[in-house]
């Protein structure tokens, strides 16, 4: 049974992973968390790929596996949870067999990782100037000075006023969207190839949530930057994404250009998440809701893991397992069914 | 049937203080600061109607809608329902206007008391307010609630970490009409919940007013939502209400331009469209110290410029801006001064560090993103004459003011009706000041 499985799982790996020029390369990735109930399959066998200087979205409810995921390829994965399969593959190294030296060259150099909350990723007890210019230091053996001298001029660049005085403040004298701009800056000190944001701006307000996104999609032009994007907020994915990634338990259900996939959705999932999202624009539909709740990942269903919940479910969706399968030139879709409806 | 309001918030007002601890106030050195949290709120709230109130995280609206309810006591102003003070009730009139307004919180994994039932949880409510003849009837009120709400009698017996965030959403809600209340604060309720089970518990909390005739105050940060549900919005900023109108209005056609800024950050789920939302520079200010004026004229893209303005509002706002820091003692000279010394290695003169201010705040040529304006030659002279005060000690600032102040600066603008249940606080659209302003236009025509 976990032999068949796991050939599924390779063969939608081989399908969906090959470019060969690929930034960033997962393949097969699962990550598992040993609790009480028994081993969790947070990631079960995921794969995508992140271009050159593209944007891809990773969009998902919470409990989803998106966070398991982008902490997976950084290696950061926290016990209980472990990596118990797969393949992370940038630049030709893979990551999940690196060594410690090897990712400690690699993180905070060529990949940066920006997360939700930026006062608690930051360290209250050093000013900013020394954080923003630690990968520096670390990375490109600059001294105290000219490190401190280059988060400056980064802080600048990521829009802080008064940078020169802000570079000697504390944390806990900047708000949340600067503190955001101050991680920004951190993570590009070292010009990274990857940026990995974990839902940058969702404890932003509106007004400062969009000037974030709009720096993170200028720098992403401006320098050619690959950006591996988690969001819960299908808004935010139309906004800046290239292609996107849906999970549901897990799993990658629908993944594919963004705007193939918000035309035309072919996973019973990812209309319904397309349902749930007010358009302003149209006042005459209102959003409306997916039934039920999402499965318990210590014990998930047989066969689709949305078959529950699904509206276009039959007893063979109930039985089989279904995989990423391209359903158009790079879209792909895990559902049984080319199109639902 | 009448037009007297259920709730009627006059003057609202409240203020936390910080620094007022005993070592503080013996020196008077230090300053107690006043955080002016809630600044003079009006509202009204019909009889079953939705009002919704909007803003950003530290506007206000939290607070402005625990101290409704007396949750935290008002600095001042007063807050009737139907036709008593809710801010001169005694603990016992307190006691019994609490049957008839609730709360709903947005936490629910933190409101519900994890050691009781969802039983305990709905019942403990009716036995303090003496809703029930006995526990029987109490039980079956409960078990009544728990189905109306969307969950099973058989949860009655369940503790809240066996519920997800939605369920326990539902819980906190059978809780909050436990006591059959007229009014109901719904603080963010779905803002904690996935978008996947968020319009769940708006069409429950539609179809609960509706059957009983609710009155509802909601909060929350997301206009989208409060377009789902609200009859009518209060848009608050930094403390005071900017913008009230009926829902579909405001959506529409806001009027105040930090409404006009919340409409176009709605994200908007299609990604051909090329999205013109408007960006706001900075951060909210701090309601230790608002802005004086009007409290949104630093943040504001439509700030009016002097009459005499010739260039465009980009530059206009930049120039304020500039101001403003060196209002704050943002701009730190000696700081720029000692990077610039750094960079070069050698002695830098003023017009080095001018320059360097210039290109910071009103050219801002080296931020990533942001669109360069030109100085206009006589311009320039104005800010090079500004900046050099600050080098002999005077007032930069004043010097500035001079010839670049605002009335969105200098004046707070007052309530102005825009029609029927609409009203705007923004010298746009102060009818008074157009027609100021007609009046000179009329007086200098009539003198060419």
Redesign the interface.
Known sequence: MESTENNESEAEADRVTHDDDALLSVRNLEARFDTEDGAVRAVDGVSLEVREGEILGIVGESGCGKSATSLSIMQLLESPGYIHDGEVRFNGTDLVTASKEELRNIRGNNISMIFQEPMSALNPVFDIGWQVGEPLRVHEDMSEAASRERAMELMKQVGIPSAEDRVDSYPHQFSGGMAQRAMIAMALACEPDLLIADEPTTSLDVTIESQTLDLIEKLNEQRDMGVLLITHNLGVVAQVCDRVAVMYAGRIVEYGDVEDIFRDPRHPYTKGLLDCVPDPRRTDVSPTSIEGEVPDLADPPDGCNFAPRCQYATEECQATDPRLQEVETDHYSACLWEDPE | MTDEPILKVDDLQKHFYENQGLLTRLRPDQEVKTVRAVDGVDLTIQEGETLGLVG??GCGKSTLARSVLRLTEPTDGSIRYRETDVTEFSDRELRSFRSEAQMVFQDPFSSLNPRYTVRETVVEPMKVHGIGESSEDRDQRARELIERVGLDSEHLDRYPHEF???QRQRISIARALAVEPQVIVADEPVSAL???????IL?LLNELQEEMGLTMLFIS?N???V??ICDRVAVMYLGEIVERAET?TL?EDPKHPYSE???S?????????E?D?I??????PTPIDPPSGCRFHP?CPKVIPPDDWAHDQELWRRILRLKA?LESG???LD??RS?LE??TESPVSEEDVKEDVLE??VIRA?????DRVQIPPEVADDLARALSAVFSDDDPVEILDRSYSSICESTVPSESDVSDHRSVNCHLHDEELKRDQQLSTVVTADEH
Request: proline letters at 5%.
């Open positions: 950003e995280s997800s965030g939605g996935d978008v996947s089970v968020q319009m769940q069409n940060h206009l989208s939502i377009r789902q579909a959506f800024v919340l409409v950050s709605i994200p908007i789920p299609d990604p051909t469209v999205r939302n960006t706001l520079e900075g951060d909210v943040r820091s943002e701009v730190n700081a720029i990077k750094s960079q910071e705040y080296n931020v990533e993103g942001a």
